[in-house]
Every structure is written in C-alpha cells, then in structure tokens.
C-alpha cells in the first residue's frame, strides 16, 4: 500500500472522555434561534393543551398532556436507547421540502392500555403486564387517539399556513406498532427536534417523545418580523436635517459591502508531499477542534468566533470583538 504522504500531519491518538482534546472533524449540531425556539414551544404548549381537552372528551375523564421540553440531537442519539417496550405511531409528512418526511412518536403501553379500559367502559385499571395488543386494540387506539393527535395538529398547521400564506407539511397516519424497527424511517446521521412530554389520565403519569426532522420543524416557523420605531428631539432633528450632505454620506457607508472571511486553521507542508497528493488525504490544521475562529474583515482580524449549522449553511457565532491592539497580535 502507497504510503500516505501527509501522514506526519494527521493528529494521531485515541480520544478519552478525559481528554481535553476533541475528535477531528465533529460536527456542530445546528440548533433552533432564540425566536424559533420560543415559536416552536409555544406551537407545542398550545398543541397539547387542545389535544387533551379533546382525548378528555373521548374517554370522559381527565387526559392531560403537557410539553416538558424540545431537545436537538442526532438521531442515534435516540433510537439506541429507545424504550422497550414502546408503542410507536409513524407518519407521513405530506408536501413538505424535508428530505426524510418521517416524524413518530413514543409511547409508554402501559398508558395506552388505560386508554383503551377507560374507552371500553373500564375504571382504568393499569395493566398487570405488558403483552402485545390485539388487532382490534390498535384499531381503536388509531382511531380514537391517533386521529384526535394528527386532527388537532393538523388543524393548528392549517391555521398558521393561512396566517403566513405558505405551504406547510401535513402528518398523515402511515403505521402503529409495538415492533421497535417501525422506528427506523429516519437515518442515524440525520438531525432531529425530539419533542418530549408527558401524558397523565387518572393517577398514572408517563412520558412519551414526538421525532420530528429538524428542518421541517423550521419551515414552520414564521418569518421573524421587526418594526423599528423612534422619536426624536425636534432640536436635534433640525441641527441633523441642516447637514444633508453629512446624513447622505453615512448612509452610503452604512450600506457599503466589505469582504469577511472566517479562517479555520492554516499549516505548512512540504512541496514534494503536495505534489503526491491524493483524493481522501487529510491535512490536519494548526488550530484545535474546539480553538476560536478568527473572523477578518479585509484581510485583518477583527473577531473571533465559533464555527456552526444556521439551517443547511455554515455560520460562525461571534464570542469576542477584538480591540485594536488584540487585533494586531491575531
């Protein structure tokens, strides 16, 4: 085998939980905006308050589910460690740019066998144990709970798709099932919302996950909307209105383009190592995996920051604006 002309350059070692140093190559998990987070939780608080009065209704007892919290992970993260047993409801996203349109959800069997006693005219006893559930028992659970979950989702996407006049991914029912590889629908690369809550009906409480791609989960987001609004002192306004040229002026600065560059790393290597270079070859950078990012602005470096995901674009988040005499040392 040819030997690897960069070989001295790639960082070498295993990688410790103890260690200070990260894996080469990790990826920032991308992570929902202050006002898409805020959005997507209110969504959901609203979302499950109108889903339990519904399910109260349908068994005439008091159902209450609530949001306890939305996390961002990869999907591995998830499907290892998934409960068993669990019952699992999959669904279709209808007409939706998500390139995995598969969302699910998790539930506890023992909640949903209480479900059923109290639909049946039962006190809702919990069940001893946990068996399979019989054909005409996940006709039921569809029916009367599944369709009240996508009914009142749905009902909630179509309101806001009339309110900012876009199309927005509908669920469609696709499977229930206790079999735990109904859960595989999603590669293990890909991003995900996992959207946790709980679910309380007479004195049992468990909790239960919704999946949900996470980009489709943005395109439901709103576009965020500013208005600016001011006053101003009249005398100041006309000692600023008798220098026009000077407010011109400022404005063609204001909207001026400079160039910004973000510098991941750099090194050197060896000219004769460049010219045996091949397709798959690493070269591995000066700076440290988790070291800042140094942002320049025509050519001198005025920022630094952290590399990120904004949605399918890289981004870098600013953690220092550098003086002039720290921006002299960078």
Do not use: W
């Not at 949903?112 to 919990?126: A, D, P």
């Amino acid at each position: 085998m040819k030997p690897n002309p960069f070989e001295k350059y790639i960082r070498k070692g295993s990688y410790s939980s103890s260690s200070q140093e990260h894996p080469a190559f990790a990826i920032t998990k991308p992570q929902f905006t202050a006002f898409e987070s805020k959005f997507i939780h209110g969504f959901f608080k609203d979302y499950f308050e109108q889903l339990s009065i519904c399910l109260s209704e349908v068994i005439q007892k008091k159902m209450v589910i609530e949001l306890s919290n939305v996390e961002v992970l990869q999907f591995s993260e998830f499907i290892d460690y998934i409960p068993n047993p669990s019952l699992i409801v999959r669904f279709d996203i209808e007409d939706s740019l998500t390139v995995h349109p598969k969302c699910i959800v998790i539930l506890d069997p023992y909640i949903v066998f209480i479900f059923l006693n109290l639909l049946l005219g039962g006190k809702g006893e919990l069940s001893s144990k946990i068996r399979e559930f019989t054909k005409l028992e996940l006709h039921l659970f569809s029916t009367f709970f599944v369709d009240e979950l996508i009914k009142n989702y749905n009902k909630m996407l179509n309101t806001l798709s009339s309110q900012e006049n876009k199309k927005l991914g509908f669920i469609k029912l696709e499977k229930v099932s206790s079999e735990s590889a109904l859960a595989l629908v999603i590669p293990y690369t890909a991003t995900v919302a996992k959207i946790n809550f709980s679910i309380r009906v007479e004195m049992v409480e468990s909790v239960a996950n919704f999946i949900i791609p996470f980009n489709y989960l943005r395109e439901l987001v709103p576009q965020q909307k500013s208005v600016l609004s001011t006053s101003v002192n009249p005398d100041i306004l006309n000692k600023i209105l008798k220098d026009q040229s000077k407010i011109l002026s400022e404005k063609n600065i204001s909207f001026s383009k400079v160039e910004l560059v973000v510098e991941l790393g750099k090194t050197e290597v060896l000219f004769g190592d460049l010219l045996n270079i091949e397709v798959g070859d690493i070269i591995a950078l000066d700076n440290r995996i988790d070291e800042e990012a140094k942002i320049k602005i025509e050519g001198k470096t005025k920022f630094l920051g952290t590399i990120g995901l904004v949605g399918n674009k890289v981004g870098v988040k600013i953690t220092k604006i550098l003086t002039e005499e720290e921006s002299e040392e960078y």
